[in-house]
């Protein structure tokens, strides 16, 4: 039988176990470094870990989650409001790290401002400062309703799960970037990772709507399942 895995609020799956949910695939796999649930935090982990990289850059930090469980060696993060501090926390707008950073790095996580404009210029300064064979990982590709890609976070004083419109930068590349290889995984909210490389890319729209994204989901993000994103990369 299969093992189980308890997580916190006492959650309970099997490995190998797929659960479909709002923010795509809940599921525990065997990653490069061992078995673990599937959110973005393992699918970095799992590229640093397989390809022994070492240099990693995080936009967007906020209370440190993330940034505190990654397993690179050499990790700084970017944020100009972060909610808790850690060692190598750069307290700056991206715009403004990037102008002064003479680093390359092997792997660049994305999670700053959900929006279209900011993450552009997030992902094109990620793609400049990036090392042969590195990586950029997008958090939020793939909102599963319309409201989820809504523009403004905070909704009648509350803060509901979000995701904004970094997919139209993502889509943007699928559309007009021949020269990236580009994935996105099906799970935490769609997971984007991208590598230098060559991809066909899916015919232009102008109007980047929410019901483009809805029509065209599977194609349009290259939306792949855990085992595959696994399987791809290993």
């Not at 997919?167 to 984007?192: A, F, I, P």
């Amino acid at each position: 039988m299969k093992k189980l895995f308890t997580f916190p609020n006492d959650f309970k799956i099997r490995e190998d176990e797929v659960k479909n949910s709002l923010n795509g695939e809940i599921t525990v796999q065997k990653f490069s470094y061992g078995y673990d649930m599937a959110n973005r935090t393992s699918i970095i982990n799992h590229l640093i870990h397989k390809y022994k990289l070492k240099d990693y850059l995080e936009i967007g930090t906020r209370d440190g989650r993330n940034f505190d469980n990654i397993i690179a060696r050499n990790k700084i993060g970017v944020d100009p409001k972060p909610r808790n501090y850690f060692n190598n926390i750069i307290i700056k707008t991206s715009d403004n790290f990037f102008i002064t950073n003479n680093i390359k790095f092997d792997l660049i996580f994305i999670d700053g401002l959900h929006l279209e404009n900011q993450v552009d210029k997030d992902l094109s300064n990620s793609l400049n400062f990036l090392k042969k064979d590195g990586f950029v990982i997008m958090h939020d590709c793939n909102p599963p309703t319309e409201f989820h890609q809504r523009e403004i976070y905070e909704v009648n004083g509350k803060f509901p799960a979000w995701n904004g419109t970094v997919w139209r930068s993502y889509v943007k590349n699928r559309m007009y970037n021949k020269n990236l290889n580009m994935s996105c995984v099906d799970s935490d909210w769609g997971v984007g990772v991208i590598q230098v490389g060559n991809q066909k890319i899916f015919k232009s729209e102008k109007n980047l709507n929410y019901a483009f994204l809805k029509n065209n989901r599977r194609k349009l993000l290259n939306l792949i399942s855990v085992k595959d994103f696994i399987k791809k990369f290993n």
